[in-house]
C-alpha cells in the first residue's frame, strides 16, 4: 500500500497503541482465550464504524471505557 499521508499514519499508529492498551488484551496474555476472543469482539465493533468517526473518539475520548461507550453507541445509533 502506499499514498498514506504523514497526519494519517501517525494516527494510525495512536490508534494501535490505544486500542492494543487496552485491558482485554492484557487478560487475554494471561490465557483467557475463547472461540471468538472478547479481543476480536472488541476489533470487530471498532472496525464497522468508519474511519473518521474512529479519529473523532480517538482524539476526545479520555478512556478506553468511553471510547467503547461511543463505538457502541455510534453502532447501536447509526450516528455519522
Not at 16 to 29: C, G, K, M, N
Not at 42 to 71: C, D, R
Request: charged residues 10%.
Amino acid at each position: 500500500m502506499k499514498g498514506f499521508s504523514l497526519s494519517n499514519l501517525k494516527y494510525m499508529r495512536q490508534w494501535v497503541q490505544f486500542w492494543s492498551s487496552h485491558p482485554l488484551y492484557a487478560q487475554e496474555a494471561v490465557g483467557q482465550l475463547n472461540t471468538e476472543s472478547k479481543s476480536q469482539q472488541l476489533v470487530g465493533q471498532i472496525m464497522q464504524i468508519p474511519w473518521g468517526q474512529n479519529l473523532v473518539i480517538l482524539t476526545k475520548a479520555k478512556s478506553h471505557e468511553q471510547a467503547l461507550f461511543y463505538v457502541q453507541k455510534t453502532i447501536q445509533n447509526n450516528w455519522s
